[in-house]
Structures are given as structure tokens and as C-alpha cells.
């Protein structure tokens, strides 16, 4: 099992470019997500999708769109891309999400970087 | 939402102990506690549901208590393999990460 793959690992964009970061799992999970990880703000939750079909807004969604393509996919867009918006990001799934829900597993992680 | 932890950073020896704490403004109904080395993805340590109760994972083991908004993670008889930045997590709707807490263990 390859467990959270992630694609790209690294990408540098110039301002007003877009891209599609890429997450695959393959455990089956249900719950999806979508986070971005800067200096001294620990991770912060941009979308996730609960359930094949479903999607919502995180802590910080301003700039990104999702969409779950399948139970196993959860890609995630940049359609004009900002300074602001360099950053670590970080995919993760677990089986469920909301009050109780159990562990999260995380992807590698995307280094973008915005010039 | 966010919850925050303390101390922010903390250098130890090996062998030495050390506690993390988390808070949260909102009711909290469970915790959950990440480690993260330099570079790499955030990896699961251990759940903590209503109860207050106490779990452990090797050396290392967190409380919980409901009541007063906190969860802390005790890392016993330190290893230079424990440093890395740890992350509480709390949910309320959705999933809030702490503001983490480096730490580093020097032999």
C-alpha cells in the first residue's frame, strides 16, 4: 500500500499562473483534506470532503477550489496563484471525519512556491 | 479556534522529561497528538476521547480533561528520535491543529 501520494513535490509558479495539486490514497477512506502548513502557523485546514461526492470549506479556503474526482481522489486547484499562497501542502484522509473521528494520514507534501 | 500549545519550543537532554500543553476556547471531545520531523508529513501518535482518560505510546502518554479545555502529552526518559514538532489536534465542525511545539533533544 502507497498509502497518500501526493503530485508534485515541488512547484514554482509565477503570480496569476494555476495549477492542480494532485492526492490519491488507497485505504479506503472515506474523509479527505486538504492543508497548508506555513512558518509558526502550525497546519491549517483549506477543504475537505467528508464523503465521495461532498466537499467544504475549511479554516483558510480563500483562493483554492477542490474537487473529489472518487473515493480515492482529492485534487486540489489554484486558479490564479499569489505570493501568499507559498506554502507547504499537505494531503490527508482518514476513515472518518467529524467528532470522534479517528487518525488522519498524511501525503508527503507539495512545496509551492510563488514568485 | 485554533488551539494553542505551550511552550513553544523546549531543549532537552536525552533522558530528561518534558510536558506539552494544549487548550482549547471551545469544549473539546477529543484530542488528537502528531509529531512531525524536519521535513516530513505530520505522523499520528494517539486519540484522547471524553473521559479524562490517560494513553500511552511507549514513553510517551497524554490526559485529557474535558472539563477544563486541556489535553497534555508527557514524553518520559527522552530520545534523540522524540525531536520533531508536536501538534495537538482538536475537532468542532472541522479539524483545528495547535500552533505546535518544537522540540529538541540534544544528546
Known amino acids: 500500500n502507497a498509502g497518500v501520494t501526493q503530485t508534485p513535490k515541488f512547484q514554482v509558479l509565477k503570480t496569476g499562473q494555476s495549477m492542480t495539486l494532485q492526492c490519491a490514497q488507497d485505504m479506503n477512506h472515506n474523509s479527505m483534506y486538504w492543508y497548508r502548513q506555513d512558518p509558526g502557523m502550525g497546519l491549517r485546514l483549506i477543504y475537505y470532503s467528508a464523503s465521495e461526492g461532498t466537499t467544504d470549506k475549511g479554516e483558510v479556503p480563500n483562493g483554492y477550489n477542490v474537487s473529489r474526482l472518487n473515493k480515492r481522489e482529492f485534487s486540489l486547484r489554484l486558479e490564479s496563484a499569489a505570493p501568499s499562497q507559498t506554502s507547504v501542502y499537505f494531503c490527508?484522509?482518514?476513515?472518518?471525519?467529524?467528532?470522534?473521528?479517528?487518525?488522519?494520514?498524511f501525503g508527503p507534501g507539495t512545496r509551492l512556491t510563488v514568485t | 479556534q485554533q488551539p494553542v500549545q505551550s511552550p513553544q519550543a523546549v531543549i532537552l537532554r536525552e533522558g530528561e522529561d518534558a510536558v506539552i500543553n494544549c487548550s482549547s476556547s471551545k469544549a473539546l471531545y477529543s484530542v488528537h497528538w502528531y509529531r512531525q520531523k524536519h521535513g516530513e508529513a505530520p505522523v499520528f501518535l494517539m486519540i484522547?476521547?471524553?473521559?479524562?482518560e490517560q494513553k500511552g505510546h511507549e514513553k510517551i502518554s497524554a490526559s485529557f480533561n474535558e472539563k477544563k479545555q486541556q489535553s497534555s502529552l508527557y514524553l518520559t526518559a527522552s530520545q534523540l528520535s522524540y525531536s520533531g514538532t508536536y501538534f495537538c489536534?482538536?475537532?468542532?465542525?472541522?479539524?483545528?491543529f495547535g500552533t505546535g511545539t518544537s522540540l529538541t533533544v540534544i544528546p
Open positions: 489536534g482538536t475537532e468542532d465542525n472541522q479539524f483545528y
Open positions: 484522547l476521547l471524553k473521559g479524562g
Open positions: 490527508a484522509s482518514s476513515m472518518l471525519t467529524g467528532t470522534g473521528a479517528p487518525e488522519q494520514y
